[in-house]
T-cell receptor, first 114, second 111 residues
Framework: DTEVTQTPKHLVMGMTNKKSLKCEQH?????MYWYKQKAKKPPELMFV???????INESVPSRFSPECPNSSLLNLHLHALQPEDSALYLC?????????????FGSGTRLTVV | DAKTTQPTSMDCAEGRAANLPCNHS???????VYWYRQIHSQGPQYIIH???NNETNEMASLIITEDRKSSTLILPHATLRDTAVYYC????????????FGPGTRLSVLP
């Protein structure tokens, strides 16, 4: 299995809702990442997990809460989001943190906040 | 902030070679050049990377100038499926340095 699987593919949520994005990989990768991508912009790093511990938080608002339950799973919990948080949320993994050639990305979750 | 500059967009005829340039004039001696691409509505996909020497794989070739201040990604026979945004990224291949995407080049392969 050489894929990163993200669910759901599309999500519409209200500003008072709580929802979660899920990311899964079975490549034995020990680093996992969340990126946010607005339309016609490059992906921006949000969080990095290394060996199931939060390694980097790029000053992301607390309405985004990451969780790494085990080495194969990465969640992003969403609460009280704003319409400007609408974006494509990408998950990636790599064998170790920082290895540039080994990033595998999922297809993303397209989030719309209404 | 990105350490690279790329053209905003390029066109290429189907079947012809696509040559995508990237300037990285502030690259340091131990930084690698990576290329990824993002096809519409998909996640970025690794293409190739290099340090000093030219590199080739089944997808593309990477030509790095001798002074390492610029590089060119070559898709030898572009197809319509190569239409995508191509990102040139410079970073150390070790721990702690974030993977920062610049704006990239939007390549359109035309029939």
């Amino acid at each position: 299995d050489t894929e990163v699987t993200q669910t759901p593919k599309h999500l519409v949520m209200g500003m008072t809702n709580k929802k979660s994005l899920k990311c899964e990989q079975h490549m034995g990768h020990r680093a996992m990442y969340w990126y946010k991508q607005k339309a016609k912009k490059p992906p921006e790093l949000m969080f990095v997990y290394s060996y199931e511990k939060l390694s980097i938080n790029e000053s992301v608002p607390s309405r985004f809460s990451p969780e790494c339950p085990n080495s194969s799973l990465l969640n992003l919990h969403l609460h009280a989001l704003q319409p400007e948080d609408s974006a494509l949320y990408l998950c990636a993994s790599s064998q170790d943190q920082g290895m540039g050639y080994g990033y595998t990305f999922g297809s993303g979750t397209r989030l719309t906040v209404v | 902030d990105a350490k690279t500059t790329q053209p905003t967009s390029m066109d290429c005829a189907e079947g012809r070679a696509a040559n995508l340039p990237c300037n990285h004039s502030t690259i340091s001696g131990n930084e690698y050049v990576y290329w990824y691409r993002q096809i519409h509505s998909q996640g970025p996909q690794y293409i190739i990377h290099g340090l000093k020497n030219n590199e080739t794989n089944e997808m593309a070739s990477l030509i790095i100038t001798e002074d390492r201040k610029s590089s060119t990604l070559i898709l030898p026979h572009a197809t319509l499926r190569d239409t995508a945004v191509y990102y040139c990224i410079v970073k150390l291949d070790n721990y702690g340095q974030n993977f920062v995407f610049g704006p990239g080049t939007r390549l359109s392969v035309l029939p």
